[in-house]
C-alpha cells in the first residue's frame, strides 16, 4: 500500500515550452501534496504545498505564476512548469500526506526528471 | 544555521557493520521525525517514523529520538551492499501545525562487500 505514481519519469523539452508533471496517490487519499525539487547531491527543497480543492501554498522565492499546481482530486497534484528555462532543470518529486495517519506520514513519488534544452 | 543538520559524508562501511546515521535540530516544535531511503535518481521510501522521543525498531534498523538534546539516529545491523544508498531524516511540527517536511541533506552510506 501507501504508493505514489509520476508521470512522466523523464522529460526533455525545448527553452519556452512548458511541461506538466502529474503525482497519483495509487492506494489512498491525499487531501495534502507537497511538491519538492532536488539538485545533485543535495537534499530535496519544498517548493509549495497543494491542498485538494484549494489553492496551493508556495515556499518563498518560488514564482507560483511559474509553477501552477492543480490539486483537482483526492489523488491527484500536477505541477506545471510554464515556459521552461535550462535552470529549470531539475529532479522533481512529489509526495502525498497519508490522510488517516497520526504521524504526518508522507511517501513519495519515483521523480521525474526535467532537462530544458 | 540550519533547522535540520545532518553530515553528508559518505560514510563507507564493510559488510555486517552496524551504521549510525544521525541528526541535529534546532526547532523545538519538531515533534515527528522519519527516516527515508533515496537510491540514486528515485525517489525517497520511508523508512521508519517516530513520535516524539524514544526507540522504534523494525527488522534490522532501530529509530531513536532525544528531544532533549534534540538528536535522532537511524541504526542499521548486519548492513548490507543493498543498504548503499541516500539516507534522509525528515521532521516536521505537531500534526494541526505545518505539515510539510523539514529534509536533513542526506548521508551516503557505501557497504562494501
Known amino acids: 500500500g501507501a504508493v505514489v505514481s509520476q508521470h512522466p519519469s523523464r522529460v526533455i523539452c525545448k527553452s519556452g515550452t512548458s511541461v506538466k508533471i502529474e503525482c497519483r496517490s495509487l492506494?489512498?487519499?491525499?487531501?495534502?501534496m507537497f511538491w519538492y525539487r532536488q539538485f545533485p547531491k543535495q537534499s530535496l527543497m519544498l517548493m509549495a504545498t497543494?491542498?485538494?480543492?484549494?489553492?496551493?501554498?508556495?515556499e518563498q522565492g518560488v514564482e507560483k505564476d511559474k509553477f501552477l499546481i492543480n490539486h483537482a482530486s483526492l489523488t491527484l497534484s500536477t505541477l506545471t512548469v510554464t515556459s521552461a528555462h535550462p535552470e529549470d532543470s531539475s529532479f522533481y518529486i512529489c509526495?502525498?500526506?497519508?490522510?488517516?495517519?497520526?504521524?504526518?506520514?508522507?511517501?513519495f513519488g519515483p521523480g521525474t526528471r526535467l532537462t530544458v534544452l | 544555521q540550519k533547522e535540520v543538520e545532518q553530515d553528508p559524508g559518505p560514510l563507507s562501511v564493510p559488510e555486517g557493520a552496524i551504521v549510525s546515521l544521525n541528526c541535529t535540530y534546532s526547532?523545538?516544535?519538531?515533534?515527528?521525525f522519519m527516516w527515508y531511503r533515496q537510491y540514486s535518481r528515485k525517489g525517497p521510501e520511508l523508512l521508519m517514523y517516530?513520535?516524539?522521543?524514544g526507540n522504534k525498531e523494525d527488522g534490522r534498523f532501530t529509530a531513536q529520538v532525544d528531544k532533549s538534546s534534540k538528536y535522532i539516529s537511524l541504526f542499521i545491523r548486519d548492513s548490507q551492499p543493498s543498504d548503499s544508498a541516500t539516507y534522509l531524516c525528515?521532521?516536521?511540527?505537531?500534526?494541526?501545525?505545518?505539515?510539510?517536511?523539514?529534509f536533513g541533506s542526506g548521508t551516503r552510506l557505501q557497504v562494501q562487500p
Open positions: 517516530t513520535y516524539s522521543s
Open positions: 509526495s502525498a500526506r497519508l490522510d488517516e495517519s497520526s504521524y504526518n506520514e508522507q511517501f
Open positions: 525528515a521532521m516536521s511540527a505537531a500534526y494541526t501545525g505545518r505539515r510539510a517536511l523539514t
Open positions: 492506494d489512498f487519499q491525499a487531501t495534502t
Open positions: 526547532n523545538s516544535a519538531f515533534q515527528y
Open positions: 497543494s491542498n485538494e480543492g484549494s489553492k496551493a501554498t508556495y
